[in-house]
């Protein structure tokens, strides 16, 4: 079966992450600008305004709502780089990153639970089906709230997605020549995140416990 050239409209990419217990997280979303516009020049002027963005997403809850994120987690990092026509960094030489000293514990109640439970946030576009039309990212879940049938409470899932909404317009409140986006691999495709899904399903992220060395117990029959 053919599959489709890699071929990314040149864009940046945010990231950002950090200690998962003896794991790490990670999550990323992607900015596209118009283009006249310079991703490299962009990144190197937004680092510092993105990592504050990341940041008050990252500990600013609604009064009232348990904390959305795993205790285990806490951010240690955050990096805004222009990404090429293949997916890498444009300049593998000049990263762009803020190192956080020390690591920030998510604020609220957060529960200390196994590192592959995640909640998904959908990214959504106005486009309901094509190549950049959907998103999602993992974060790294508290399940303090769960209900006695096993979902995530809606006022949780209607909070998280408010704030990360919020996030988003921070980011394209960076340059108005950029907007958060969601970007395909082929075809040079992007579009604007126009909505944040929460669902009320926990879901996992297998490679979140990879680095964690299990050990076995066990007895003879």
Not at 14 to 37: E, H, N
Not at 73 to 89: C, E, F, M, P, Q
Not at 137 to 155: F, H, K, L, R
């Amino acid at each position: 079966m053919a599959t489709r050239p890699i071929l990314f409209a040149e864009h940046a990419l945010l990231r950002f992450g950090g200690g998962l217990g003896a794991d790490t997280w990670s999550c990323g979303i992607r900015l596209a600008g118009s283009p006249a516009s310079s991703d490299t020049a962009f990144c190197e002027d937004n680092i510092d305004d993105a990592a504050d963005a990341v940041q008050t997403w990252w500990t600013a809850f609604p009064q009232g709502v348990s904390a959305y994120f795993n205790g285990l987690a806490n951010l240690a990092w955050v990096k805004l780089n222009a990404i090429d026509s293949a997916g890498r960094y444009q300049d593998a030489n000049n990263t762009n990153l803020v190192e956080i000293q020390p690591a920030i514990a998510p604020s609220g109640n957060a529960s200390l639970v196994a590192p592959q439970l995640s909640i998904c946030l959908t990214l959504r576009t106005a486009n309901k089906r094509g190549l950049a039309h959907v998103g999602r990212i993992y974060v790294p879940a508290a399940t303090g709230s769960v209900t006695g049938t096993g979902v995530i409470p809606q006022a949780l899932c209607e909070a998280l997605a408010a704030h990360t909404s919020n996030f988003i317009g921070d980011l394209n409140g960076l340059d108005n020549l950029y907007a958060a986006s969601v970007v395909s691999p082929h075809a040079e495709a992007h579009n604007p995140i126009t909505r944040v899904d929460v669902g009320n399903v926990l879901d996992t992220q297998q490679r979140r416990r990879r680095q964690i060395d299990e050990t076995y117990f066990g007895s003879d029959v």
